[in-house]
């Protein structure tokens, strides 16, 4: 069973900082491209940092200076530190693993809620 648990979400007063983290099981760890997106009240769900299993991460133009993606294949986490948190940064974040083998697999976390507000 494949399970991506989120955690580190909560209140935040703009300017501060929270880490997110993604442990995942049930996957190879490995194989997988590992994302955060974020859906905010009444808006889609949006890709804000992806981390592939080689290669350059790549993110939301909206988080480009202030959010940095990382993982640890030994500890099947990643990670999302983010900094100079904004009000427009308020949504739930969700963790996200697709697999870069020949048959493509996804998954989601449950989500978790983050709260930039004075």
């Known amino acids: ?25 049930g996957i190879i760890f490995r194989l997988y491209a590992m994302g955060w997106y974020r859906q905010a009240p009444g808006k889609q769900r949006e890709m804000i940092a992806v981390i592939p299993t080689g290669g350059s991460t790549n993110y939301a133009d909206s988080v480009k200076g202030r959010f940095t993606i990382s993982r640890d294949n030994a500890k099947n986490t990643v990670y ?8 427009d940064d308020t949504a739930v974040y969700y963790c996200n693993a697709a697999s870069s083998t020949a048959i493509r697999y996804e998954y989601w976390g449950q989500g978790t809620q983050v709260t930039v507000s004075p």
């Open 1 to 25: 069973q494949v399970q991506l648990v989120e955690s580190g979400g909560g209140l935040v007063q703009p300017g501060g900082s929270l880490r997110l983290s993604c442990a995942a099981s």
């Open 80 to 87: 999302l530190q983010m900094n100079s948190l904004k009000p």
